[in-house]
């Protein structure tokens, strides 16, 4: 089944998120794959704010390439960033399946850098920048 979410703007995410949430089901590995500047982060963002984790908490983790935040019934989750990654060895380095593998929600973002390793359970979602710069998240389950 095709799943498909428009975001008008930005005013508009915090209900996406909560959609998308609504929609993923038991899914906790989730790629997002978009173009630099689609909203990976930001979109992560939002799905953070609904899940309570603590705004302040959420940034892109880019130079750390994981960043670990508490939800609002305190259980980890995982924001990955691959982008810096060159070899998929990296990403063993840091114990990726550890993470993957603990059960808890992962957000990737720059997942085709890692394709090759990536769980065949990973939801696998696309964000797309509108000619009218609204974006459209969807994915196949």
């Known amino acids: ?6 975001i008008k703007n930005l005013e508009d995410i915090d209900r996406a998120a909560e959609q998308f949430l609504s929609e993923i089901g038991d899914n906790k590995l989730i790629a997002f794959y978009a173009p630099m500047g689609a909203g990976k982060t930001t979109f992560t963002t939002a799905i ?3 899940l309570g984790v603590n705004g302040d908490a ?3 983790p880019t130079f750390a390439i994981i960043n670990e935040y508490r939800t609002g019934n305190g259980e980890p989750m995982y924001h990955f960033d691959f982008y810096r990654i060159n070899k998929v060895e ?3 380095d840091i ?3 550890d993470y993957l593998d603990s059960g808890y929600l992962c957000i990737m973002e720059w997942p085709e ?3 090759d390793i990536l769980p065949e359970q990973t939801l696998k979602v696309s964000i797309t920048v509108n000619d ?3 974006r459209t998240i969807s994915w196949e389950d």
Do not use: K, P
């Open 95 to 97: 114990g990726l399946f």
């Open 1 to 6: 089944m095709t799943h498909t979410i428009h």
């Open 58 to 60: 959420v940034s892109s």
């Open 113 to 115: 850098n890692i394709e």
């Open 90 to 92: 990296e990403a063993y």
């Open 48 to 50: 953070c704010r609904h």
């Open 132 to 134: 009218d710069l609204s």
